[in-house]
């Protein structure tokens, strides 16, 4: 039987009374955040009520009720928001990462790692979403935020040993590129190759920037992230050297799929799959991966 969720019956699509609104608006206010929610729920609920239900229905796959969900979305919306320019989701995702136990600095580590994307018009939007307040934000609420079981930092793992004394990339530095790769995910991705072969320093510094993007979040998150990218922009190589990577990592397949259906549900709808599915599908089936 499907249960009431955030003041709605969920049981009953076919009618939708006044309280069952008010109810859900009410409960969406509570968090005193952005307003966009709760304009944008209001728009489903005045003239969609079936669809906001069932809306409400994906939405508690992905976010709330749980607290490890909240978390994992935030920080990917983070970066989706930073490649659309969105300064409005921006701020709602630091509120809600604020909100549910994680410190400022953890939440500056995500964006960096987006910039690596995003570039400078990403940390734009940041700034004019939350720059001028962001001083002043307290230390994270207790209890800190929770990742799933066995989700670690481990800024080592990040770095294969370049040499920063250096611009130019050095035969040691191929070397070791190289072997990074190689046992981390099982071979070295062609982007990379290609970039060797024409733009060598650049493959440094930007691989240089990714090692040190995050270092007290868990080390699981920058797949995690990864996924959450190429699953919107449709790249296949991108898409597998992210899982695989996340299978390195420990990143169990139903986190990697839960990304995938996340991407799917907030931002691509269930065609995202396509991508998925040329590209991932043999991975998911390799056994023994849980």
């Given at each position: 039987?499907?249960?009431e969720s955030?003041g709605?019956?969920l049981?009953d699509l076919?009618v939708t009374?006044?309280?069952e609104?008010?109810a859900?608006l009410?409960k969406?206010?509570g968090w005193r955040?952005p307003?966009?929610e709760?304009?944008?729920?209001?728009?489903?609920?005045d003239?969609?009520?079936?669809f906001?239900k069932?809306?409400r229905w994906?939405?508690?796959?992905?976010g709330r009720?749980?607290?490890?969900?909240?978390?994992l979305?935030?920080?990917q919306?983070?970066?989706?928001y930073m490649m659309?320019?969105?300064?409005?989701?921006?701020?709602?995702?630091?509120?809600?990462?604020r909100r549910?136990g994680m410190?400022?600095?953890?939440i500056?580590e995500?964006?960096?790692?987006a910039?690596i994307?995003?570039g400078m018009?990403?940390?734009?939007?940041?700034f004019r979403?939350v720059?001028?307040?962001?001083?002043a934000?307290?230390?994270?609420?207790?209890p800190?935020a929770?990742?799933p079981?066995?989700w670690?930092p481990?800024?080592?793992a990040?770095?294969c040993g370049?040499?920063?004394s250096?611009r130019?990339?050095?035969?040691?530095d191929?070397?070791?590129l190289?072997?990074?790769?190689?046992?981390?995910i099982g071979?070295?991705?062609?982007s990379?190759?290609f970039g060797?072969k024409?733009?060598p320093g650049?493959v440094k510094v930007n691989?240089a920037?990714w090692?040190?993007?995050?270092?007290?979040l868990?080390?699981?998150?920058?797949?995690?992230?990864?996924?959450?990218?190429?699953?919107?922009?449709?790249s296949?190589?991108g898409?597998?050297?992210?899982?695989?990577?996340?299978?390195a990592?420990g990143v169990s397949?139903?986190?990697?799929v839960h990304?995938?259906?996340?991407a799917?549900?907030?931002?691509?709808g269930?065609?995202g799959?396509y991508?998925?599915?040329?590209?991932?599908d043999?991975?998911?089936?390799?056994?023994g991966w849980?």
């Amino acid at each position: 039987m499907v249960s009431e969720s955030e003041g709605l019956n969920l049981s009953d699509l076919t009618v939708t009374t006044p309280d069952e609104v008010n109810a859900s608006l009410m409960k969406t206010w509570g968090w005193r955040g952005p307003l966009y929610e709760m304009y944008a729920t209001s728009l489903m609920l005045d003239y969609a009520p079936d669809f906001a239900k069932l809306s409400r229905w994906s939405a508690d796959y992905f976010g709330r009720p749980s607290h490890v969900n909240v978390i994992l979305l935030s920080c990917q919306n983070i970066h989706s928001y930073m490649m659309l320019g969105w300064e409005t989701g921006i701020l709602n995702e630091f509120s809600t990462l604020r909100r549910n136990g994680m410190a400022k600095e953890q939440i500056m580590e995500l964006v960096m790692f987006a910039q690596i994307y995003a570039g400078m018009r990403g940390l734009g939007h940041v700034f004019r979403a939350v720059g001028e307040t962001l001083p002043a934000f307290g230390p994270p609420v207790e209890p800190l935020a929770p990742f799933p079981p066995g989700w670690q930092p481990d800024p080592e793992a990040f770095r294969c040993g370049l040499d920063m004394s250096t611009r130019d990339l050095l035969p040691a530095d191929v070397e070791a590129l190289t072997s990074w790769y190689e046992r981390t995910i099982g071979y070295l991705p062609r982007s990379v190759t290609f970039g060797l072969k024409h733009h060598p320093g650049f493959v440094k510094v930007n691989r240089a920037k990714w090692e040190v993007a995050i270092k007290t979040l868990p080390k699981q998150l920058a797949p995690y992230l990864m996924l959450r990218h190429h699953a919107i922009t449709g790249s296949l190589d991108g898409l597998r050297e992210a899982a695989l990577l996340a299978k390195a990592w420990g990143v169990s397949k139903k986190y990697v799929v839960h990304s995938l259906a996340c991407a799917a549900m907030y931002f691509t709808g269930i065609e995202g799959f396509y991508a998925a599915s040329e590209a991932l599908d043999d991975i998911l089936d390799q056994p023994g991966w849980a």
